[in-house]
């Protein structure tokens, strides 16, 4: 009937717990039950991962300032649990230091000794006690059969073993005296409950197995049948003869074969100036504390753990394989803590939120068309458009004029259209990137270079042609007329667009989130990456390269021809702002929105330097001096050649 020593280890376990003792001492009495419940406990607290700082087996002896030396060198573990027989608790409490807190198991009870002896014990000592409560009618049963024994003079050292010192002093000295503090102060054993209870489950095993086995209840039958008994006795159950006020205590077994554990939790405390027991709970398969009762100094429940815990967005790094002995490292900004030991990144795309805890996806963002960097890009390609525009009615309107055909009409389309698109590739590049956005800007971008400087290509090239070969007084080159002009510019254009087309087929569109360098957000963007939208130039840049050639060369021809002078103003300028672009696109991409807004700036002024170089001198002409747009015939080796003669002696070839 009394609970065996594994329920206390629990019910002490789930202390510790509770109060978040992690790290604890132990002390035992060097007896063997006592060093074998220590090592059940220590095997409980491993599983319940609860360290032991150090252990210490007590040897009866008057002095124990070693042990509470070996007590103190682990200043952490400030809980000390003991496993010891009231005789060594009372020596080794006396040397005892009041910084310890002193968790104790039923041997200690509620012992009074222990109250007089250890004057630290206020606020220091918990102890598990196994519930009992007062049988008044055993009491009275005792103190009829000493009633008993008095009258007829027999030995009463039956009795003599139920009381005290001092009562028995008082029978030496005076029957009736000893007779009156019997029955005031006469207490019975608080085990003897489960002597009771043990009584009335025998009787109510017999009773069960006589309806079933042993009808008559012999002896004989009894034995027979022991088995049957033992089954019949772990069934039993029944509510307890005597219980506490208002407790319904009910008689069972467990599996193993052993009746309930109860047990009070007790600590001591001074009240009215006395130092006493005080029940702060109590143990039936789980812990009950009352937390109105504050047992602490300053109501601070002392620590007791080898480390402190981790902060927020931290991890333990376990120290010599002790689980309650860490040091605390920091996680990666980009991990949350899965458990207390381990920490994860987070997928792509996502971010730890404010606590660590969850992996959040981070918000999608892009340069939208109401951002400030992106309404003066658009601005600015608007105002290109509409110049565009007005330039090509001029010519248009123009179109028969000397100065329009000496020009070459249809390269002045073929360079407009591409100054056309090359200003609409702005609001491609501010447009929300999709695949299909994503598509034009890699076919329209390389593609408006391509139209722009593949034109100038030719047109400077066939220049510098006739020049030669006029400076040499030879026939004029082949290739130079209309039909194949245009047939040379359309071949340099198709290449490009051929090359644009095979690396979207082998690597298409598409649209991809990518993290900003501060991981703050999730920037969308089109596959092709910096580089690519580079390399996808590459072959601009060597029409730009021959282009600048061919307008150095010519930069000595007649002074009276002044065509040359503005395709090489007009790359000269291309060249230094191709140069100074590409490192303010490497410069700017940790920030897309500028990057986007220098590149679309970057574009409109290629197309500014177009107009401006090519086109503005012919509409000065046409509209601030349109007597210098007539034309002049002049005859030289038998050829015709018709030319726009104006009155400052200018003179553009025609074609």
């Known amino acids: 009937m009394v609970p065996p020593d594994q329920y206390q280890i629990r019910a002490i376990i789930d202390l510790l717990i509770h109060y978040n003792w992690t790290y604890v001492s132990i002390v035992a009495s060097s007896g063997p039950t006592f060093i074998s419940v220590m090592k059940e406990f220590k095997k409980e607290a491993q599983h319940h991962n609860i360290c032991i ?3 210490v087996v007590m040897c009866y002896r008057e002095d124990y300032t070693q042990d509470i030396m070996n007590l103190q060198k682990h200043s952490r573990a400030r809980v000390v ?7 060594d608790l009372e020596h080794f409490l006396a040397n005892a230091s009041a910084s310890f807190t002193w968790v104790v198991n039923t041997t200690w009870g509620s012992a009074e000794k222990i109250v007089e002896k250890y004057h630290k014990a206020v606020g220091r000592v918990i102890g598990v006690d196994t519930q009992s409560y007062p049988l008044p009618r055993i009491n009275e049963h005792f103190m009829r ?30 029957g009736r005296i000893m007779k009156r503090e019997a029955k005031e102060e006469f207490r019975s054993s608080p085990k003897i409950q489960f002597v009771v209870n043990a009584v009335y489950a025998i009787a109510h095993a017999l009773q069960n197995m006589s309806s079933s086995t042993c009808p008559n209840m012999s002896a004989d039958c009894v034995r027979e049948h022991n088995d049957t008994f033992m089954m019949f006795l772990r069934k039993t159950r029944f509510t307890a003869p005597v219980s506490p006020p208002d407790v319904q205590y009910t008689v069972r077994f467990d599996e193993d074969g052993y009746g309930p554990a109860r047990y009070n939790i007790f600590t001591i405390q001074e009240i009215n100036g006395r130092k006493q027991y005080q ?57 949350v803590v899965i458990n207390e030991n381990t920490c994860k990144a987070c997928d792509s795309g ?43 009615g001029v010519l248009l309107w123009n179109n028969n004029t000397p100065i329009v055909k000496a020009s070459g009409r249809e390269f002045c389309y073929i360079l407009l259209s591409g100054v056309l ?15 299909v956005i994503c598509g034009l800007r890699r076919l329209g971008l390389a593609t408006s270079f391509a139209i722009c400087y593949s034109a100038l290509l030719t047109k400077t090239n066939r220049i510098t042609r006739i020049f030669n ?31 644009l087309v095979i690396w979207l087929i082998v690597d298409p569109a598409e649209v991809i989130e990518i993290p900003s360098p501060n991981n703050q957000i999730l920037i969308l963007k089109c596959k092709s990456g910096d580089i690519r939208i580079l390399l996808s130039l590459v072959y601009n840049v060597l029409l730009i390269l021959l282009c600048t050639v061919y307008a150095f060369k010519t930069r000595k021809y007649p002074e009276n021809f002044n065509e040359a002078k503005c395709i090489g103003f007009t790359m000269y300028t291309t060249c230094i702002i191709w140069l100074s672009s590409v490192p303010v696109f ?16 970057s574009i409109s002024l290629c197309g500014l330097v177009i107009l401006g170089g090519l086109f503005v001198p012919k509409l000065y002409i046409i509209f601030c001096h349109p007597e210098q747009n007539v034309k002049c015939n002049s005859l030289k080796g038998g050829s015709h050649n018709e030319m726009s003669c104006g009155a400052t002696g200018e003179v553009l070839l025609s074609h």
């Open 279 to 335: 029940q702060i709970g109590y143990w039936t398969e789980k812990l009950t504390l009352n937390t109105s009762h504050s047992m602490w100094e300053n109501e601070t429940v002392p620590q007791s753990r080898c480390s402190e815990p981790c902060q927020v967005h931290h991890k333990r790094e376990i120290v010599l394989g002790n689980p309650c002995c860490w040091d605390c490292e920091e996680c990666a900004k980009n991990e």
């Open 469 to 499: 070969s006029a400076q040499k007084g030879i026939a004029p080159p082949r290739y130079i007329n209309l039909v194949s002009q245009l047939s040379i510019c359309l071949a340099l254009i198709t290449c490009q667009i051929l090359g």
């Open 145 to 174: 059969f000493y009633d008993k024994l008095q009258k007829q003079k027999k030995n009463v050292s039956v009795f003599y073993r139920l009381m005290g010192k001092k009562k028995k002093r008082a029978v030496h000295q005076k």
């Open 586 to 601: 490497y410069v700017t991409s940790d920030d897309p929105e500028v990057q986007v807004t220098a590149l679309c700036t």
């Open 350 to 392: 996502h971010w730890p939120d404010k606590d660590h805890n969850n992996c959040s996806k981070l918000p999608v963002d892009y340069i939208r068309w109401g951002d400030g960097l992106a309404i003066g890009s658009l601005c600015f390609s608007g105002l290109g458009i509409l110049s565009t525009i007005f330039v090509g």
């Open 53 to 55: 700082a150090t252990t």
């Open 421 to 435: 698109l090359l200003y609409f590739m702005t609001f491609t590049f501010i447009a929300r990137p999709s695949v």
């Open 81 to 87: 649990v003991m496993f010891v027989n009231l005789s």
